[in-house]
């Protein structure tokens, strides 16, 4: 009997021993550096956790671009210049490399990788009060991420709170004085996979940043968590009112309610109880692909920084195109391809029968 207890205390140490190394000493959303003369060579220092040391670094610079760029600081400023996290190596999944992820932007000067030419196909910039935000359409298979692969969320936090990727930082200047400001964004989620993206930075002076950047719908996509009308071969910088805050929603009987969303080992979610209203967005001005993304061409000579504005766009035609929000066009019923929105609903219903999706909390 003696010897059964002291087995039990052994394995009840070992336990507590094994639930103190889960965390870090301090959240990676409680870490905060000022860019760029703060930023440290890794963000993640803490040894002796359960999934390890951080994969890439943090301070980047012209030694570091290219295509081996494992540099885990990431930007969102504008409709031509932003940054996804994706995979390191070819032909991965997002659910394989959560914690590894590497910025790929579309600009140079940062010590990331480059967004290859021809791999963004349509892309729509929303400014708001609350947050800014880039959705769009990507041959997924130039940044790394296997064909096929529907993906899952990277944000801040994880259920470790080290971040997917862990370690990983972003800024922007949207929220500065002017285009050379950067701020760190202690809030964001970004959603990669079924060749579609949505990134979002929210606003930290704002009161409500982590309920509009809210981390815990990982399996519904950017239907739900980032609602649009972004179009595949459009690309729009446009302005936009505020979206509900992911997961509330007000119901026909006028009453607001908060969706809870099942766990995973419940099976693949087919079904949901809303669908989310799609905000309307105005003075939407369209470019050209080609006056916007040609970094990837000449990034392996370059190595001088890029202004946050990204220099200047030539619109192929502007105006007032306000998209109002009772026409959804985004709706997670449009799988045609038109409309990124309709990734959350595959998401949920793709995920249970091809086994890609894992809680990405």
């Known amino acids: 009997m003696a010897a059964v207890a002291l087995f039990s205390a052994s394995l009840l140490l070992a336990t507590a021993a094994n639930a103190q190394s889960t965390f870090p000493e301090t959240p990676l959303a409680s870490k905060t550096f000022a860019y760029p003369d703060e930023i440290p060579y890794q963000v993640d220092t803490d040894v002796g956790l359960i999934r390890g040391t951080q994969f890439g670094y943090n301070l ?42 590497v910025a790929w932007c579309t600009k140079a000067g940062r010590g990331t990788r480059i967004i290859p030419d021809g791999a963004l196909t349509g892309v729509q910039f929303m400014r708001t009060s609350a947050y800014v935000q880039v959705i769009g359409f990507i041959d997924q298979t130039k940044i790394n991420i296997q064909d096929g692969d529907y993906g899952g969320e990277l944000d801040p936090h994880g259920a470790d709170l080290r971040g997917n990727p862990m370690g990983g930082l972003v800024y922007s200047t949207a929220f500065g004085p002017d285009n050379n400001t950067y701020t760190q964004m202690i809030e964001w989620h970004n959603f990669m996979g079924g060749n579609a993206f949505c990134f979002k930075v929210c606003d930290p002076s704002n009161e409500h940043a982590a309920d509009y950047c809210q981390h815990v719908y990982d399996r519904i996509g950017c239907a739900y ?74 990034a392996s000579g370059s190595s001088s920084a890029s202004s946050g504005s990204g220099g200047s766009l030539e619109a192929s035609s502007t105006g007032n195109s306000a998209a109002a929000s009772g026409s959804n066009a985004a709706s997670m019923l449009r799988i045609s391809g038109d409309s990124v929105a309709w990734m959350g609903f595959f998401w949920v219903a793709a995920a249970g029968v091809m086994g890609a999706m894992t809680v990405f909390a």
């Open 60 to 101: 980047c610079n012209s030694t570091t671009e290219g295509d081996s760029s494992l540099c885990q600081t990431s930007f969102l400023n504008s409709l031509d210049d932003f940054c996804l996290w994706a995979p390191s190596e070819k032909d991965s999944l997002i659910a394989d490399t959560e914690g590894e992820e």
């Open 225 to 298: 968590n980032a609602p649009n009308n972004a179009q595949d071969k459009v690309f729009e910088s446009c302005e936009g009112e505020l979206q509900d805050y992911p997961g509330v929603y007000t119901g026909d009987d006028g009453q607001t309610t908060t969706y809870t969303q099942p766990a995973e080992s419940l099976g693949a979610i087919t079904t949901m109880p809303y669908q989310p209203r799609v905000p309307a967005s105005s003075n939407c001005v369209s470019f050209e692909s080609t006056a916007l993304y040609t970094e990837a061409a000449k």
